[in-house]
């Protein structure tokens, strides 16, 4: 199909694409978008590097001997095949496995972004192909938003409510006067959208709330979170001690007489019991300013003022996910609801809470929810799904999750598509090992990450550029006709494709296919879309003509929980009181030690997943400028930034000269759980005793023959904890990794994440 003027959807923008002789040769930013994204030129050259996978290839010891050689995953070499040998390979070991240890033995929850395109959406067509065949093992939840997916519907709202009903930045512009922002506001996050991010809105509308006057409060540890406002503040709390700032800021209300009784007594319940845990009538400790001062490593007047200011202005406050993706992440969002509820300012115009200003692209856009084009993904009749934090360790083991006991299933065969685990998960020496227990693992991807190294039948996808199909995140300006640019490189497939000949093997490709190609299904897909949203849209003949449609704005100035705010009675919260619970009935009952019934501090050395922790410097892995996640991290953007080859980490000028570290030296980080190399960044714009280094550097074991191996690259997940935030949610803690640095000496090791594996011929 040919589409308008050929525009591609990225989750990090809209692009032209140029193409001469076959090849990519420009991405040109869409001529609306006045903040494009720089990540599409790694796209150009990237696409058809070496990293590329080109045709289907099995490792050299599972073709030979099977499951029985799974030590050899991440060491061997490679034999490529042609498709219908890798297909069929991969069809029987999915049919021996569901037959002989039943479909809870595959685990198909193969967390991951994969590409803009809806259609082509890797996990979606995975999923829609295991529900096939008898079901799999699915994830629950997300590394993004691990503790707040869980504990926000039981206090105020589901995160996607939160999330589409941001108040909208014009609302800020007009009637903010203080923005008080936890973890910043970095306008790198808000370069990507997932699903698409069509326009960018963030540091345009950043500007425009600064030159309206809005002051900007950064409470965290790194100042460069809030580059993109000049002027702003900077409170240099110590990371994963947001909690026991809130609590004093909280105090100070209290004792000021300036917490919000009209607000809280209409609007919340459980504020009494927090209260006396607050004020120290229930423990004896009073969590007052200089408690909390203390704890944060900052200065108790500056709690004080900070407090007075809030209560004193319009204020809002945003919070930033990293904060929840920390051991007891579930506090410092509880506490952050409990703090706005005590400022009354929840659902006034250019005040209250925020969850998620420029995290994304979208958030406070103020556009309606259109949810994009959604392939149906069946019924799943396994009903095992696991925390993504917990992985393949512990066949059978019990755990705790959201008031549940669960058991860990045994998980046999390990099918992923469109996500890369050797980036995402924690503690990737652990990961390894426990990678090596599945009988068989098969990765569909475009590139040889250390993912697809480390598989037994590497099945090599398209890129969005090489088919048709449609982007849009929910939330965004436009739905994106995505048409395609490129043939396929090397043999790529499409995903639908190669489950679609893993279905046929199956006997079950109609049930797959459903009988449609692929250009009635974008047409169907379209169609449902278009009759499901709530705003009008053009047809599809129509939107296929333009390349574009237009999600119109029709709530401008959307205010976050104003209705509820207005009558609490009748437009009550979907939480059991209708109203905000700062105390939880429910979670109390779950009587959990590390997570009870009210927001409260915990000291995250008491927590039982960093114990024997004692590196001296707290390492923080933020979201990366120059990709998205490890996307594109052989794209030349990525490249581009790195430090002798090695990904950049901030360290303090006198961290560094402790240790005789020096601008641009490759320095090794360490703990007991594993090292890495990374390129020293010397900045006074970081609290001292915090690093801070991006997540997305492929993995680049020095030795891949000995476990434990020196990455050479700088894999941030070397070193963080795999460790849920509570028995709550049981979320993601990567923010809460304790390491030690020095200045690096030996020889500098290659960096060979970017090549293939090694090829031999068939044994
Ligand atoms: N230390 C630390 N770790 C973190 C975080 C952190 O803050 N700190 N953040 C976490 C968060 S929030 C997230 S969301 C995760 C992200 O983790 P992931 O979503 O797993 O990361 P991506 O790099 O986006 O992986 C996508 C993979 O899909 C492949 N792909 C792209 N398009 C296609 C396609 O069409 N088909 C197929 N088959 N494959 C495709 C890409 O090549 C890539 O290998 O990381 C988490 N990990
Ligand atoms: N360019 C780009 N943008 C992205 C992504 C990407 O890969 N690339 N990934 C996207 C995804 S999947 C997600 S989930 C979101 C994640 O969005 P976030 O989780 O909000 O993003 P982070 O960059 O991890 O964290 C933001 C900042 O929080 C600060 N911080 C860390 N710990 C603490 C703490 O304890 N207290 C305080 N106050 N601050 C702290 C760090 O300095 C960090 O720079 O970003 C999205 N945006
Ligand atoms: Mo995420």
């Given at each position: 199909m040919s589409g308008g003027d050929g525009f591609t959807a990225t989750h990090w923008g809209v692009y032209r694409p140029r193409v001469a002789d076959g090849r990519l040769t420009a991405l040109d930013p869409a001529p609306w978008d006045a903040a494009p994204s720089a990540i599409g030129r790694s796209v150009v050259d990237g696409i058809d590097a070496p990293a590329r996978i080109r045709r289907p290839a099995v490792r050299e010891g599972f073709l030979r001997h099977g499951p029985a050689s799974r030590d050899g995953r991440g060491r061997e070499p490679f034999v490529e095949l042609s498709w219908d040998e890798a297909l069929d390979l991969a069809a029987r070991e999915l049919d021996r496995v569901r037959r002989e240890h039943g479909n809870a033995a595959i685990f198909g929850g193969s967390y991951g972004w994969a590409?803009?395109?809806?259609?082509?959406?890797?996990q979606s067509q995975l999923h829609r192909f295991l529900n096939c065949i008898g079901g799999y093992t699915a994830h629950s939840d997300t590394y993004s938003l691990?503790?707040?997916?869980?504990?926000?519907?039981?206090?105020?709202?589901?995160?996607?409510?939160?999330?589409?009903?941001?108040?909208?930045?014009?609302?800020?512009?007009?009637?903010?006067?203080?923005?008080v922002a936890f973890g910043g506001l970095p306008a790198r996050n808000a370069q990507v959208g997932s699903g698409g991010a069509s326009d960018h809105l963030v540091k345009p509308a950043l500007g425009?709330?600064?030159?309206?006057?809005?002051?900007?409060?950064?409470?965290?540890?790194?100042?460069?979170?809030l580059d993109d406002v000049a002027g702003a503040e900077w409170i240099a709390i110590r990371p994963g001690t947001d909690t026991a700032f809130m609590l004093g800021l909280a105090h100070t209300l209290v004792t000021d007489g300036l917490a919000d009784g009209d607000f809280l007594a209409r609007c919340t319940v459980g504020y009494g019991e927090f209260r006396r845990y607050l004020t120290g009538e229930a423990d004896g400790v009073a969590k007052d300013a200089g408690w909390a001062a203390a704890i944060a490593g900052v200065a108790a007047e500056t709690i004080v003022t900070l407090a007075r200011r809030m209560a004193g202005n319009r204020t809002m406050m945003n919070l930033?996910?990293?904060?929840?993706?920390a051991v007891h992440g579930e506090q410092p969002f509880w506490m952050g609801v409990t703090l706005a509820a005590m400022l009354g300012q929840i659902g006034t115009p250019g005040g209250g809470l925020g969850v998620g200003y420029s995290v994304m692209n979208t958030m406070g856009s103020g556009r309606r929810r259109v949810t994009g084009p959604r392939l149906p993904q069946g019924r799943n009749p396994v009903d095992t799904a696991i925390p993504v934090a917990d992985m393949l360790l512990n066949p059978g083991a019990s755990y705790r999750y959201n008031g549940q006991t669960r058991r860990y299933p045994d998980i046999r065969l390990v099918h992923w598509a469109g996500g890369n685990a050797f980036h995402h998960h924690q503690d990737i020496n652990r990961l390894v090992r426990a990678w090596r227990r599945p009988e068989t693992v098969i990765v569909q991807d475009p590139f040889w990450t250390a993912q697809a190294k480390f598989a037994d039948i590497v099945l090599p996808a398209t890129t969005a550029l090489e088919r048709d199909d449609i982007g849009g995140a929910t939330g965004?300006?436009?739905l994106v006709w995505m048409a395609r640019a490129l043939d396929p490189v090397g043999e790529a497939r499409d995903d639908h494709a190669i489950l679609a000949g893993l279905a046929r093997r199956l006997g079950v490709e109609d049930a797959f296919t459903g009988g449609l190609t692929t250009e009635e299904w974008l047409e169907r897909l379209y169609e449902e879309c278009r009759f499901n949203a709530p705003v009008p849209l053009p047809d599809f003949r129509s939107f296929l003509a333009a390349g574009l449609a237009?999600?119109?704005l029709v709530e401008p100035e959307k205010i976050l929980l104003q209705a509820f705010r207005a009558d609490p009675d009748g437009s009550p919260l979907p939480t059991p009181s209708g109203r905000i619970e700062i105390g939880s009935a429910i979670i109390a009952g779950f009587g959990l030690p590390d997570c009870p019934g009210h927001p409260v501090w915990r000291d995250p050395a008491d927590h039982p997943g960093l114990a024997g922790d004692d590196g001296p410097l707290h390492l923080l892995?933020?979201?990366?400028?120059?990709?998205?996640?490890?996307?594109?991290?052989?794209?030349?953007?990525?490249?581009?930034?790195?430090?002798?080859?090695?990904?950049?980490?901030?360290?303090?000028?006198?961290?560094?000269a402790a240790r005789g570290i020096g601008d641009g030296d490759v320095v090794r980080v360490f703990n007991r759980r594993g090292a890495f190399l990374a390129g020293a960044v010397l900045t006074d714009g970081i609290r001292p005793g915090v690093l801070q280094i991006a997540t997305g550097a492929w993995y680049d074991p020095v030795d891949p023959a000995t476990d434990g191996s020196l990455d050479a690259h700088g894999n941030p997940n070397m070193v963080t904890p795999d460790t849920g935030t509570s028995a709550l949610a049981q979320g993601c803690s990567a923010q809460s990794a304790l390491v030690e640095v020095e200045r690096f000496t030996a020889p500098l090791p290659p960096?060979?994440?970017?090549?293939?594996?090694?090829?031999?011929?068939r044994p």
């Open positions: 590409s803009a395109g809806r259609f082509h959406h890797a691990g503790a707040g997916r869980v504990l926000m519907p039981r206090i105020l709202a589901s995160m996607d409510d939160l999330m589409l009903s941001q108040t909208a930045w014009s609302s800020l512009e007009k009637h903010c006067e203080l923005f425009r709330l600064a030159a309206a006057g809005v002051r900007f409060v950064n409470v965290g540890p790194v100042r460069h979170d930033a996910w990293s904060l929840q993706r965004d300006r436009f237009e999600i119109p892995s933020c979201q990366p400028a120059t990709r998205l996640h490890s996307q594109y991290d052989h794209g030349a953007v990525s490249r581009e930034s790195k430090i002798a080859g090695r990904e950049p980490i901030r360290i303090h000028p006198g961290d560094a960096i060979r994440a970017f090549q293939p594996p090694r090829f031999v011929g």
